[in-house]
């Protein structure tokens, strides 16, 4: 890793150091990561899945978002939404994904705080897309420095406050802002990564 926080990839372009040279994680990072998401379905998704990540790696989850996608039908909440005890135990026995019962249960209640959201702002994606950052919170140009500094931001802190208030859980600051970046609301890239503009011009 360079001191700017840049890895060369095997092709030779500079990426954010996270995805530590590992094949899954580059390709999560150069075609998904901070790229802007607008589609409701992938929203749900990656905010129950960021939920399910805590305390883990997010290397971790990725590697079982397939069996997530199965277990959870997809993530249509509206689908989640109607899990009864028979889908959490079955769940529970599901050794494809992270067997939590609090994660489980909180996926099923977020799913039907997400039929409210949709159905009071028309979708997911005007929700979550008001809390994008406002003009002046952010420097004008990250570095590896800042982000280390700065795991939530007053943005993501506003976001999980109003999710909290509407009764959604594991959607902490820390949590909502990994969301916040893995979705686009900001750009996270590195200075020098070959995505950042790519990303910015999403």
């Given at each position: 890793?360079?001191?700017?926080?840049?890895?060369?990839?095997?092709?030779?372009?500079?990426?954010?150091?996270?995805?530590?040279?590992?094949?899954?994680?580059?390709?999560?990072?150069?075609?998904?990561?901070?790229?802007?998401?607008?589609?409701?379905?992938?929203?749900?998704?990656?905010?129950?899945?960021?939920?399910?990540?805590?305390?883990?790696?997010?290397?971790?989850?990725?590697?079982?978002?397939?069996?997530?996608?199965?277990?959870?039908?997809?993530?249509?909440?509206?689908?989640?939404?109607?899990?009864?005890?028979?889908?959490i135990?079955?769940?529970?026995?599901?050794?494809?994904?992270?067997?939590?019962r609090?994660?489980?249960?909180?996926?099923?209640?977020?799913a039907?705080?997400?039929?409210?959201?949709?159905?009071?702002?028309?979708?997911?994606?005007?929700?979550?897309?008001?809390?994008?950052?406002?003009?002046?919170?952010?420097?004008?140009?990250?570095?590896?420095?800042?982000?280390?500094?700065?795991?939530?931001?007053?943005?993501?802190?506003?976001?999980?406050?109003?999710?909290?208030?509407?009764?959604?859980?594991?959607?902490?600051?820390?949590?909502?802002?990994?969301?916040?970046?893995?979705?686009?609301?900001?750009?996270?890239?590195?200075?020098?990564?070959?995505?950042?503009?790519?990303?910015?011009?999403?």
């Amino acid at each position: 890793m360079t001191a700017n926080g840049l890895l060369a990839g095997p092709d030779g372009q500079n990426r954010c150091f996270w995805y530590g040279g590992l094949d899954d994680y580059m390709h999560y990072h150069d075609n998904e990561w901070g790229y802007p998401v607008h589609d409701d379905i992938r929203l749900f998704e990656k905010i129950c899945l960021e939920g399910f990540q805590s305390g883990l790696s997010w290397l971790t989850i990725l590697r079982k978002r397939e069996n997530f996608r199965k277990a959870f039908a997809g993530f249509d909440f509206e689908t989640v939404a109607r899990f009864d005890d028979a889908d959490i135990a079955r769940l529970l026995e599901d050794k494809g994904i992270v067997r939590h019962r609090g994660k489980i249960v909180s996926t099923i209640n977020n799913a039907q705080r997400a039929i409210t959201l949709r159905d009071e702002f028309g979708s997911l994606d005007a929700y979550f897309w008001r809390f994008a950052p406002l003009p002046g919170e952010r420097p004008d140009e990250i570095d590896l420095t800042w982000l280390k500094a700065n795991p939530v931001s007053p943005a993501s802190t506003r976001l999980s406050k109003d999710l909290k208030k509407r009764g959604w859980t594991f959607v902490g600051p820390t949590t909502v802002y990994a969301f916040m970046q893995a979705m686009g609301l900001v750009n996270d890239h590195l200075p020098g990564c070959w995505c950042r503009p790519k990303a910015a011009g999403g």
